[in-house]
């Protein structure tokens, strides 16, 4: 169970990047998290792992043994402790390029090991055959032994899934995952990720309405820091325009207007742009 | 623009009017003017400077003719080379190898921490400042300095050119390597941070794979660097092929000399080849673990 | 759980490599330095030595720097040495260079001529050079010079080559196609393509003839390095410590502004392009 309640990132010039958000994920839940490029989706992922500290508000994850971990206002020993049980996918996979993919997948188990014993002993092989069996799961055992480096866009995304898996964390957060790879993989990515939210909870950050559609349980929308919608995955049309900010004042004026700057599309700049030919 | 492009444009219908184009042109001839005024003055103060420099360091056409009309006899006494002599000089050429090879290792080793808490990702500011200055003051010491200094505190030998010349790869290897630790995108660190490692953890997982390769092929261009180096300080104390070739000199054994000339270029010239062999296979995505 | 690990990734077995190649690269060093007699003991100082010296440093004689005024023109010498050194290898070494690329030169037998001869004179150890025109031309800042300009030239006439082999291909060969001659072709096709890393490459060198021009002196090229030398010899640490300091910080110093200067030059052509 994670609970989010009423967190706030706040700008020191005042700007809310996320405002006042609330919500509460249960078992076998696929939340895709849906909003326009800087709504505050990451942001909202960020805090969850304690990556941002937010100003204000609450987030605790809850195991099923009972107990609880928190991510805001604790020490950085007890954050780390509570880091173990999250499995955060990031947007770029942002694997250790350098390592073997078996490696980065051991990776996942880092908060669990001593630091000593990472610097003198490394890695079990128990442990390697465990991250076999994750990245197995994610068809990409043929690769452990290749360099990180050397895999495409895709294949890196999944073996960052193998990584959160390898964590067997209480909840996975998925930072926009399918953004940067083709559909096909994308497609690939987003069957691994719905049987795993069967035993744990998933919270997606996505860009493609249909994907969250196809796949999801419940979708939140997030405009200008705040929650929208919060419901079904399937979004009515005309909800999905105002999480987009298409239908009344929408989002992109709002910036404009903060920034003092004239918006993109108008006849005004087409005339200066006739002017520059003609000149 | 002549008159040519203009009936060009008449031709056609015209899309510029001529006015615009001339107002381009000048602009350009006068953009031009600019940067052939700057390589003027640039061009001044080059030949300046080496009329100058020139002047300091006694720079004499007679005493390079002079020099040269004596240097062909001298390079002529240094042929044939004393072959007989070069099984005695295989030791000291030994002790100049190992002592730029154990001077690199032991650099590579001490420069890793010293970059880690060099770099500004990894340290908190203050060490980071004072491992930066004491990585410059490593830089601007030229190791024939340190050398000089040893020898007073070790007395004549390798040990002190093996310390001076430590010393000096670290300064190299420690910036080099700073740099690259800089350059990690701070993503991937957070995405280890992210799964719950410690701060130690995620400089062995995520910091120490990814310069590797860097500490690898900034070390071997280093190892020759420290051959040819090593053969300097050999001379004034630290023993090796270096000295063999500065007492051969000095006592006017020309072909001695010559002999330890050429087994030191063969050195050199391998050391190069090997170095350079292993870093492309290192840079080529090989695996350096 | 039948996914095995492939054998290479396991990783005790990396473990055992990892410790295997350690081991045996510090049982030959240590073998090595036995065999060559230098005894690692000898590295165990009597701290006394270090002590002794400190103490026969401190405090250094700074007051040499206005008692002393030849010592800013020895500080000169040195610097001319380095500059003289890098324009002079530089320009030859550039000259040569295109002999060497594989894109540029005459004939791919002149280029394996060129490359062969070149790397031989890079292997030219910088002591043997220095002692011999010692001889010749005498002792002082010329010798010194000579050696830097032969050093540069093998140096940086690869560097260059190299370079010059990396330049587009299709630019050469656009302009090739306008009925260039070779010479033409290599002034505005080659040229303004490698000129920036050339000059970047000739402030490299010139910090490296810098620190190079310090042993030579030491050896009788003169400037800072012979002063250092000298007083060394008379064992006036506190000057020693003195002319140390005035070194570290040319150096520095040099190396700052090159870097300076350098950065400014190669983001200039950027500028006007705009």
Excluded at chain 1, 121 to 126: E, I, N, P, S, V
Excluded at chain 1, 141 to 147: D, P
Excluded at chain 2, 7 to 31: N, T
Excluded at chain 3, 101 to 128: G, K
Aim: with cysteine.
């Amino acid at each position: 169970m994670l609970h989010v309640s009423n967190i706030v990132v706040q700008l020191p010039n005042g700007k809310r990047l996320v405002d006042q958000v609330n919500f509460t994920v249960g078992r076998g839940e696929f939340v895709g998290i849906l909003g326009s490029s800087g709504a505050g989706k990451s942001m909202t992922l960020r805090c969850i792992v304690g990556l941002t500290r937010p100003n204000e508000g609450e987030i605790s994850i809850t195991g099923c043994n009972g107990k609880t971990y928190r991510t805001t206002n604790v020490k950085a020993q007890e954050l780390r402790r509570a880091r173990r049980h999250i499995g955060f996918i990031f947007q770029g996979s942002n694997l250790v390029k350098r390592l073997t993919v078996l490696e980065n997948v051991m990776l996942g188990r880092l908060g669990h090991i001593s630091p000593v014993r990472s610097w003198l002993l490394g890695f079990k092989d128990a442990e390697a055959r465990e991250a076999m069996v994750a990245l197995d799961r994610v068809k990409m055992a043929h690769c452990a032994a290749r360099m990180a480096g050397s895999l495409s866009g895709g294949e890196m995304q999944r073996v960052a899934i193998a990584r959160a898996i390898h964590q067997r964390p209480l909840i996975y957060l998925a930072d926009e995952p399918i953004s940067s790879v083709d559909p096909r993989n994308a497609d690939a990515i987003m069957s691994i990720l719905q049987p795993l939210s069967h035993e744990t909870p998933v919270i997606g950050a996505f860009h493609q309405p249909a994907a969250v559609a196809k796949y999801c349980t419940r979708a939140i929308g997030i405009r200008t820091g705040k929650i929208v919608y919060d419901g079904p995955a399937q979004i009515a049309p005309r909800q999905l325009e105002y999480i987009y900010g298409e239908s009344d004042g929408d989002s992109a004026s709002l910036v404009w207007e903060s920034d003092a700057q004239p918006p993109l599309f108008n006849s005004g700049v087409e005339a200066v742009l006739h002017e520059g030919v003609t000149v | 623009m002549g008159s040519s492009s203009k009936e060009f444009f008449r031709q056609e219908p015209p899309i510029l009017d001529s006015k615009f184009l001339d107002w381009k042109f000048l602009e350009w001839k006068k953009s031009i003017a600019g940067q052939r005024g700057k390589q003027a003055v640039i061009a001044l103060v080059l030949v300046l400077l080496v009329a100058l420099t020139a002047w300091r360091c006694n720079v004499d056409v007679q005493s390079f003719i002079t020099g040269i009309n004596k240097g062909f006899p001298l390079v002529g006494m240094f042929f044939p080379p004393e072959w007989s002599g070069m099984a005695d000089m295989l030791q000291p050429l030994g002790v100049t190898t190992v002592m730029a090879m154990a001077a690199t290792i032991l650099g590579m080793c001490l420069s890793l921490p010293c970059a880690l808490a060099a770099s500004s990702n990894i340290a908190p500011p203050v060490v980071r400042q004072v491992m930066r200055a004491f990585i410059a003051l490593e830089r601007g010491l030229p190791e024939i300095v340190q050398m000089l200094l040893l020898i007073a505190i070790f007395g004549l030998g390798a040990v002190p050119g093996l310390v001076a010349l430590s010393f000096s790869s670290i300064g190299m290897l420690a910036k080099l390597l700073a740099d690259a630790i800089e350059e990690i995108e701070p993503q991937m660190l957070e995405a280890v941070a992210g799964t719950g490692a410690t701060r130690s953890q995620v400089i062995r997982y995520a910091v120490i794979p990814q310069i590797l390769p860097a500490l690898f092929a900034n070390g071997l261009f280093r190892f020759e660097f420290n051959v040819r180096a090593g053969v300097i300080l050999g001379a004034i104390g630290a023993g090796g092929i270096g000295y063999v070739m500065m007492t051969a000199m000095n006592s006017m054994d020309y072909q001695k000399a010559c002999m330890a000339t050429l087994l030191t270029l063969t050195l050199v010239f391998f050391s190069e080849r090997i170095s350079d062999f292993c870093r492309t296979r290192i840079l080529d995505g090989g695996t350096p673990r | 759980m039948n996914i095995e690990v492939p054998a290479g990734a396991l990783p005790s077995r990396k473990f055992r490599m990892t410790i295997l190649y350690l081991a045996a690269t510090a049982a030959a060093i240590c073998l090595l330095f036995t065999y060559l007699d230098m005894s690692p003991s000898s590295f165990v100082v009597d701290f006394r030595f270090i002590v002794d010296l400190v103490q026969q440093m401190f405090p250094p004689n700074i007051a040499l720097f206005w008692t002393k005024k030849t010592i800013f023109l020895s500080l000169i010498d040195t610097l001319s040495m380095a500059f003289l050194g890098t324009v002079c290898g530089g320009g030859i070494a550039l000259f040569l260079a295109f002999f060497a690329a594989t894109n540029t030169t005459p004939h791919p037998l002149v280029r394996l001529a060129v490359r062969t001869l070149l790397a031989m004179e890079r292997s030219i150890p910088q002591l043997i050079v220095i002692l011999v025109l010692l001889i010749t031309v005498g002792i002082g800042p010329f010798a010194g010079v000579l050696t830097l300009v032969i050093g540069s030239v093998g140096m940086y006439s690869k560097f260059f080559a190299d370079s010059i082999e990396q330049a587009d291909k299709n630019t050469m060969e656009s302009v090739e196609s306008l009925g260039s001659t070779r010479l033409q072709t290599i002034r505005y096709a080659v040229l303004p393509q490698v000129m920036p890393s050339f000059v970047a490459n000739l402030f490299y060198a010139f910090d490296y003839n810098l620190r190079a021009a310090i042993p030579l002196g030491v050896f009788g090229g003169g400037g800072i390095g012979f002063e250092l030398a000298f007083a060394n010899g008379l064992l006036h640490y506190k000057d020693v410590l003195a002319y140390t300091i005035l070194i570290v910080v040319m150096i520095t110093a040099m190396e700052r502004i090159s870097d300076w200067v350098r950065r400014s030059i190669i983001t200039q052509p950027q500028l006007i392009t705009k």
